[in-house]
């Protein structure tokens, strides 16, 4: 049978592992790419950071955000935690015919305030228009630029004991855009999306043992901590009561049959660093208002297979494994 | 009434320039932006070049490339028209929900083969995956990384009685989209899709006085020339018996009711030089397949409105505005 695209592709989980490692990193065969973390440190020039990521959020606009605030931080993000300073964004709009052109303003100045936020510039851009019914109001890609402040050592550095901190609660933007999406409105609940490029400034100046920083976007916590573990000869272990997630965000996941370590954050890291360094790295991030709730999850394990587990509250132990299919579709 | 968007706002031509010059130009203020080239060379970081374009063409294939080749050709070519060496391009896709992966695979081997015959690395990507309907089957970012190797004096630079030179035919992939998009099919007209950054190489070195490259694609040759001389004291004067057009592109604009003067070109470029020196940088553009046909197409007026004006064979004079509407949409 023909192999088609289904939405499982998009989730940030193992089909949109499958499709990048099986079809994608194959064809344009080099080293930086084969990496996969979502920059790239370019070969031959590796001052630079490089990262892309398209925005296709419905709806457009959500409670804490919009594809334009979105567009800016998650580039942000992903060149921040290669360990580099974001300096240049570039904008590339694919609009929807009958777009109302007020609708692209806001999202424009939305742009705008989370660069300048950011302290970044938007210096390059394009825009292209598809009929009615081909695209889905406004579609957003973002490109960012980076010069390398710091040398982060990555997975390869990663030793069993090693601590596993995360910036925040998660679970908040994709519960949020879910909630938006569905008309049901919860005053309290609000996408994170956040520049963290400041907070990881702060961290690896520190002089922290950190080995590595990823932002847990698409697939959320459970699958990025996966990715890290993959192919690798040691695990991770979480304490689920450590793992600090809102009381609204666990009463709508409950709601809609979410799990919030799958859900998508906007705003948050993980960080894999040395023991002794976890408290007081903990105590630099929460002097940020994008670190205040950092917490410290789990640790390294020396499972030789791999896997991610979580002990509950009741003593037991489960194994979080990739998002398997779409828990959240178009949620960036 | 509401304002909305429409096809014409993407039509390259005075809608496109509208929407930028109006809404996303001052949105982002900043002096990068506001030359408004298709690359931009970075404020503080000057070595750098950096450009961006979303390639949305439908078909997804047509005789002479594919979105894929299409993707890599035209950020390749606006990082070199800056003056720069292109070296890394990113990769984003948006993937409708039902693409056969085939199709996909045959995308991408394309930008394999389009990025090693022009000396790129693709370094960094992203997947989206949107509903049926929701797309076009593929829709494709590249953003491109190039170091700035020559110093372009630009349109400041620009003097009455400098040369226009055009690298070849013009309008060859606008008319071979059109006609694959309407089901007709020409076994000669094939679109020109093609990486310009060995030409532009060899142009800039060879010591001529090179005031500007632009790539003429969305709008066509009108277009880019009117991009010219918009708001400066100088206007062109075109030969119309010199500018080279396949006898097969004037048969389908004919039949289509097009003009070539406005058609999309992939693989060519314009340079405004120094008089003195045309015929010796027309020698050296021949002596490239991309640019056997270059050719001497006009000059630069003292004309202080800034017309772009036509010398007609029968010896009239027409104006040639920018492309006003959507002559080609969705041509890339």
Redo the contacts between chains.
Sequence with gaps: M?????????SGGKK?SR??EQ??VP????S??SELG???L????DE?A???????VSPLFFPGGDIGKLAVCGTVNDVAMCGAEP??L?????????????T??RV??S??RA?SDAGV???????????K????GL?I?T?G?G?RKYRLPGLAAVRPGDAVLVSGTVGDHGTAVMLARSGMMDGELRSDCTALNRLTDAMLSSGAGIRILRDPTRGGLATTLNEFTEGRSFGIELEESAVPVRPEVRAACDMLGLDPMYCANEGKLICICASEDAEALLETMRAFPEGRDAALIGRVTDDAHGRVALRTGLGGRRILQKLAGAQL??I?
Tied chains: 1, 2.
């Design positions: 023909e192999e088609i695209i289904t939405l499982d592709y998009g949109t499709l990048i079809y994608i064809a344009f065969d080099n930086a790419l979502d920059g790239a370019l070969p031959g020039a630079l490089f990262s892309t990521d398209s925005f296709v300096k240049f570039s904008c590339a709009l694919i609009l929807e015919e009958g777009l109302p052109v007020e692209l303003e424009l100045q742009m705008r660069a510039q938007i210096v390059t851009g394009d825009t292209k228009v598809v009929e019914g081909r695209g889905d579609y890609n490109s630029i010069f579709p178009r960036c």
